[in-house]
């Protein structure tokens, strides 16, 4: 017959550090995409200006 012990042993699990290269292709990304969608914007008030006047 076997027995199982009373309490089990938690182990101090490691803190994982910020995955720095992760946090630097997310903000490039985000700057490409506000830049991106900028460029959308201005053409289209550009458009839209020079189809007016």
Do not use: C, N
């Not at 017959?1 to 992760?22: F, N, S």
Request: charged share 10%.
């Amino acid at each position: 017959m076997t027995h199982r012990a009373a309490t089990d042993v938690v182990a101090p699990t490691e803190r994982q550090k910020p995955d720095l290269l992760g946090i630097a292709y997310l903000g490039t990304i985000t700057v490409v995409m506000l830049a991106w969608i900028g460029g959308l914007v201005w053409a289209a008030i550009a458009f839209f200006s020079w189809l007016v006047s």
